[in-house]
């Protein structure tokens, strides 16, 4: 029987293809190096094998090799290692790999990337050694240390395909940006070695691409592969469509996604599930009232096809549906998802707040969400967030700010820009205008250039501001809004006639409704409302009266100012009592 020492040498002759071919090598070396004969009187179960190490007699470095190899739990397994590396046996390149190979095998990338540090540590890492320990690298999380030994890779060895595929792999699912244009750089450098990109590299460039939503990168992908002559498989076009599905809005990217699916059948590929929700999922992100029709449409078809939603259909359709306020319905489908045998998701309850966004509906958000802690179900962000918007909507105000805070203390991120939105909006319900001014300057704060601050969270502000009769903060609101360059519009300055009549400022409302028209707006119903509000018991709702009689004899579609108006009523009444007047003297004669 070879020993293992001598096993690890012609393992070294061993030429593998792709990381899979490893994994097979690693899985025929275990059979031919057998474990070592244990009977009960010489030695304890392998499962005792680390009280065995540090009680009795040291083993040997081939012993715990062999013990390495056959061990039957990862435990074991790590603590083997633990004791190879403890008393400083000394190991041979070979020896590494035989351990690298070993610890893939068995599913173990987090003992590989152990082995491959102390590979690099104590001896000159082969071509074998730098591969394994960047897919390992790469299994594990850790994309950076699985570029950095990439680009040292040439310092030891010579890089083969395998390097660039496992580098490529590694890099895919990493959250950072510059990992994924690293991916795609990488794999254009295979052909410019001379070398042919196997398929499981494009793959990993896809795979980037989804993870990054680089939906243009990923349909230059495509088509190179159609040019190097590699046929477009299924996980190939499932990850190019799940590149479009997510991230942004961009023009054109749902009209990819389309026409991505709609190339599946010329290429033999099956439209199942998993290229309906990506589709679906970009028409969501698309937003426009067409493209949610046709989002309806492919959920029909689905059915009709015997093709069963999977558990982000189901959310994307009752998020659909609550936009649509189709309140009901949306969670009529939520209790019809629990029927089908899918197990809900955070996303699932994060959509199903959002279709209980009615007032009274509150409490039907709170069992939900102890409910999903019940499930074991990980409280998102995102759910907090849709939360958020439920507890606004019912007058939860102080619930909405608690759970404000808990999005920015436990999970690291500011809050989405509806979130803050809805709190606004509630502060303004309770009048509560210090808690809107905390808001306010907490989002100008951390969002100094204001990239995504758009002008109705300003016209929230104002309200909130103003409903508090603090008049002269929400005119300052007004001037934030120039310095940033965002545009007001006829919300804005119904939100300043509030302000004016909450701060008994009823001259401030009539000059905010006569500067509407002069700025090329138009007064709507609820111009006028405000306005009835605002100037009610005080010296100017008299004239108020006569202004809304006015527009019910004109319609609202004025320019003319409030006094203007006013005059002109009360020139048409005075005509009006003047012909009654001849006309009942003219009867009496």
């Given at each position: 029987?070879?020993?293992?020492?001598?096993?690890?040498?012609?393992?070294?002759?061993?030429?593998?293809?792709?990381?899979?071919?490893?994994?097979?090598?690693?899985?025929?070396?275990?059979?031919?190096?057998?474990?070592?004969?244990?009977?009960?009187?010489?030695?304890?179960?392998?499962?005792?094998?680390?009280?065995?190490?540090?009680?009795?007699?040291?083993?040997?470095?081939?012993?715990?090799?062999?013990?390495?190899?056959?061990?039957?739990?990862?435990?074991?397994?790590?603590?083997?290692?633990?004791?190879?590396?403890?008393?400083?046996?000394?190991?041979?390149?070979?020896?590494?790999?035989?351990?690298?190979?070993?610890?893939?095998?068995?599913?173990?990338?987090?003992?590989?990337?152990?082995?491959?540090?102390?590979?690099?540590?104590?001896?000159?890492?082969?071509?074998?050694?730098?591969?394994?320990?960047?897919?390992?690298?790469?299994?594990?999380?850790?994309?950076?240390?699985?570029?950095?030994?990439?680009?040292?890779?040439?310092?030891?060895?010579?890089?083969?395909?395998?390097?660039?595929?496992?580098?490529?792999?590694?890099?895919?699912?990493?959250?950072?940006?510059?990992?994924?244009?690293?991916?795609?750089?990488?794999?254009?450098?295979?052909?410019?070695?001379?070398?042919?990109?196997?398929?499981?590299?494009?793959?990993?460039?896809?795979?980037?691409?989804?993870?990054?939503?680089?939906?243009?990168?990923?349909?230059?992908?495509?088509?190179?592969?159609?040019?190097?002559?590699?046929?477009?498989?299924?996980?190939?076009?499932?990850?190019?469509?799940?590149?479009?599905?997510?991230?942004?809005?961009?023009?054109?990217?749902?009209?990819?996604?389309?026409?991505?699916?709609?190339?599946?059948?010329?290429?033999?590929?099956?439209?199942?599930?998993?290229?309906?929700?990506?589709?679906?999922?970009?028409?969501?992100?698309?937003?426009?009232?067409?493209?949610?029709?046709?989002?309806?449409?492919?959920?029909?078809?689905?059915?009709?096809?015997?093709?069963?939603?999977?558990?982000?259909?189901?959310?994307?359709?009752?998020?659909?549906?609550?936009?649509?306020?189709?309140?009901?319905?949306?969670?009529?489908?939520?209790?019809?998802?629990?029927?089908?045998?899918?197990?809900?998701?955070?996303?699932?309850?994060?959509?199903?707040?959002?279709?209980?966004?009615?007032?009274?509906?509150?409490?039907?958000?709170?069992?939900?969400?102890?409910?999903?802690?019940?499930?074991?179900?990980?409280?998102?962000?995102?759910?907090?967030?849709?939360?958020?918007?439920?507890?606004?909507?019912?007058?939860?105000?102080?619930?909405?700010?608690?759970?404000?805070?808990?999005?920015?203390?436990?999970?690291?991120?500011?809050?989405?820009?509806?979130?803050?939105?809805?709190?606004?909006?509630?502060?303004?319900?309770?009048?509560?205008?210090?808690?809107?001014?905390?808001?306010?300057?907490?989002?100008?704060?951390?969002?100094?250039?204001?990239?995504?601050?758009?002008?109705?969270?300003?016209?929230?502000?104002?309200?909130?501001?103003?409903?508090?009769?603090?008049?002269?903060?929400?005119?300052?609101?007004?001037?934030?809004?120039?310095?940033?360059?965002?545009?007001?519009?006829?919300?804005?300055?119904?939100?300043?006639?509030?302000?004016?009549?909450?701060?008994?400022?009823?001259?401030?409302?009539?000059?905010?409704?006569?500067?509407?028209?002069?700025?090329?707006?138009?007064?709507?119903?609820?111009?006028y409302s405000h306005m009835m509000g605002a100037l009610n018991d005080t010296y100017l709702s008299d004239e108020m009266f006569l202004v809304f009689k006015r527009m019910q004899l004109s319609g609202l579609n004025t320019t003319d100012k409030f006094h203007d108006i006013v005059k002109q009523q009360k020139d048409s009444e005075a005509r009006e009592a003047a012909d009654t007047k001849n006309t009942a003297s003219n009867s009496t004669a």
């Amino acid at each position: 029987m070879l020993r293992p020492a001598h096993l690890c040498k012609n393992l070294l002759r061993i030429e593998c293809k792709c990381a899979a071919s490893a994994f097979k090598a690693a899985r025929r070396i275990s059979v031919l190096v057998p474990a070592r004969v244990v009977r009960p009187q010489n030695l304890h179960s392998t499962r005792n094998c680390a009280r065995d190490m540090s009680s009795g007699p040291r083993m040997g470095k081939e012993e715990l090799l062999s013990q390495f190899q056959s061990a039957r739990t990862p435990q074991v397994r790590e603590r083997v290692f633990g004791a190879l590396v403890s008393q400083e046996k000394k190991l041979d390149t070979a020896e590494y790999t035989l351990m690298l190979y070993t610890a893939q095998a068995k599913e173990e990338p987090q003992l590989a990337v152990r082995v491959f540090e102390e590979a690099m540590k104590n001896v000159k890492p082969s071509s074998m050694i730098l591969n394994s320990g960047i897919s390992a690298l790469g299994m594990v999380g850790r994309p950076q240390e699985a570029l950095d030994a990439f680009e040292a890779f040439e310092s030891y060895a010579p890089r083969d395909l395998n390097t660039y595929i496992n580098t490529i792999v590694a890099l895919s699912t990493s959250r950072e940006l510059q990992h994924a244009h690293k991916a795609l750089e990488i794999l254009t450098d295979i052909e410019a070695r001379g070398l042919t990109p196997e398929i499981e590299a494009y793959h990993g460039a896809l795979q980037a691409c989804k993870t990054h939503a680089l939906w243009k990168e990923a349909i230059a992908i495509l088509s190179e592969m159609e040019d190097n002559g590699i046929e477009i498989d299924t996980t190939a076009m499932s990850l190019s469509l799940s590149s479009c599905a997510h991230g942004k809005k961009e023009n054109g990217k749902s009209a990819a996604a389309a026409l991505m699916f709609s190339s599946m059948e010329s290429k033999g590929l099956v439209q199942d599930e998993a290229a309906y929700e990506p589709l679906i999922l970009s028409l969501e992100l698309e937003g426009s009232d067409e493209a949610e029709m046709r989002a309806f449409d492919y959920f029909n078809e689905m059915q009709k096809r015997g093709l069963v939603w999977t558990v982000p259909i189901y959310n994307c359709m009752m998020r659909l549906l609550a936009k649509m306020r189709l309140f009901d319905a949306g969670q009529d489908l939520f209790v019809k998802m629990e029927t089908t045998g899918l197990k809900p998701d955070s996303g699932t309850y994060s959509a199903f707040f959002q279709c209980c966004k009615r007032r009274g509906e509150f409490d039907k958000v709170e069992e939900a969400l102890e409910e999903a802690k019940e499930a074991g179900i990980e409280v998102s962000a995102d759910m907090l967030e849709s939360y958020i918007e439920s507890a606004a909507v019912n007058q939860r105000k102080n619930k909405a700010l608690e759970m404000l805070n808990q999005v920015q203390s436990e999970y690291g991120r500011r809050p989405k820009m509806s979130s803050y939105i809805h709190c606004l909006k509630a502060c303004g319900y309770e009048k509560d205008w210090q808690s809107a001014s905390d808001l306010y300057k907490q989002i100008l704060t951390s969002n100094a250039e204001g990239s995504d601050i758009t002008v109705d969270f300003f016209n929230e502000a104002i309200y909130a501001l103003g409903r508090g009769g603090q008049i002269e903060l929400a005119e300052s609101i007004l001037e934030d809004m120039k310095k940033r360059n965002v545009d007001t519009n006829v919300d804005t300055y119904n939100n300043l006639i509030i302000a004016s009549g909450e701060a008994k400022r009823p001259e401030k409302s009539v000059e905010y409704f006569d500067l509407i028209p002069t700025i090329g707006m138009e007064r709507g119903t609820y111009t006028y409302s405000h306005m009835m509000g605002a100037l009610n018991d005080t010296y100017l709702s008299d004239e108020m009266f006569l202004v809304f009689k006015r527009m019910q004899l004109s319609g609202l579609n004025t320019t003319d100012k409030f006094h203007d108006i006013v005059k002109q009523q009360k020139d048409s009444e005075a005509r009006e009592a003047a012909d009654t007047k001849n006309t009942a003297s003219n009867s009496t004669a």
